[in-house]
């Protein structure tokens, strides 16, 4: 009976590798969909991923910052959270600042109830390495199946300018949609320009230089144009020669 039938269907979903959520249904776990009798569902382009990443939810109180949400058709970064204590008995609220990924970074602030769900963007985490960046915009190679695509520079925040050329970066995608991008903690760069080291009052050499992604770091005397010296992708300063 349909009981039965849904009960199948239940089980053919438990059974099925998380990991293939981005295929289509027409390639998914076709064996444990027919033994259910829902073998018909097959045909369908929808993607599972697509309509579990719909039903992801949090309790306001259980979001942080860094977390990206859907609300009201808008992809939203949680960019500070704050609890607001309740008079007497009363809950309280939770209060949310939030940025806008995909409208042109807008910010704005929502009052939610504690126990309000929340729809979450279930992102999916990828690695990619740089290949050059074009204006605004970097362009990207899968490291395992060498396909490229784009992303713009902005999804990395302050430290796309370290966008360097090999740099292998983390993106969290929504479907084929950048959302969010990371570098490494530090990046290689070469050093293009840098005059000679000058000893100040204090007795330091150091200096401004300039290396790739036309950037300019402070750098101790001893290092010179050619170099290869590590630099804090967070901070923008200089980390240490590269041997």
């Excluded at 970064?77 to 609890?83: D, L, N």
């Excluded at 607001?84 to 309280?92: D, I, L, N, P, V």
């Excluded at 530090?186 to 050499?205: I, N």
Aim: aromatic fraction near 6%.
């Amino acid at each position: 009976d349909q009981q039965a039938r849904m009960a199948g269907l239940l089980a053919a979903l438990a059974r099925t590798s998380w990991s293939s959520c981005r295929a289509p249904l027409g390639a998914l776990c076709h064996q444990g969909f027919a033994e259910s009798g829902y073998a018909s569902i097959l045909s369908s382009s929808t993607t599972i991923a697509s309509a579990w990443r719909h039903m992801a939810t949090k309790k306001a109180q259980e979001l942080r910052a860094g977390d990206i949400i859907q609300r009201d058709g808008r992809l939203l970064r949680v960019t500070k959270f704050m609890w607001e204590h309740g008079r007497a008995r009363a809950q309280g609220f939770i209060l949310l600042d939030l940025f806008d990924v995909r409208g042109g970074g807008g910010k704005s602030g929502i009052k939610l109830k504690l126990n309000e769900d929340v729809t979450l963007a279930d992102l999916q985490a990828v690695s990619a390495q740089v290949l050059y960046v074009e204006g605004k915009t970097v362009h990207l190679m899968d490291p395992e199946t060498f396909d490229q695509f784009t992303a713009p520079v902005e999804v990395f925040g302050t430290a796309g300018r370290w966008l360097i050329p090999e740099v292998i970066v983390g993106l969290k995608m929504l479907d084929t949609e950048p959302v969010t991008g990371t570098l490494p903690p530090k990046v290689a760069v070469k050093v293009l320009e840098a005059e000679a080291a000058v000893p100040k009052d204090d007795g330091s050499t150091s200096r401004s230089v300039v290396v790739e992604g036309d950037n300019h770091i402070v750098c101790p005397g001893h290092i010179a144009a050619g170099n290869t010296v590590w630099v804090s992708t967070d901070s923008g300063l200089y980390s240490s020669k590269k041997s």
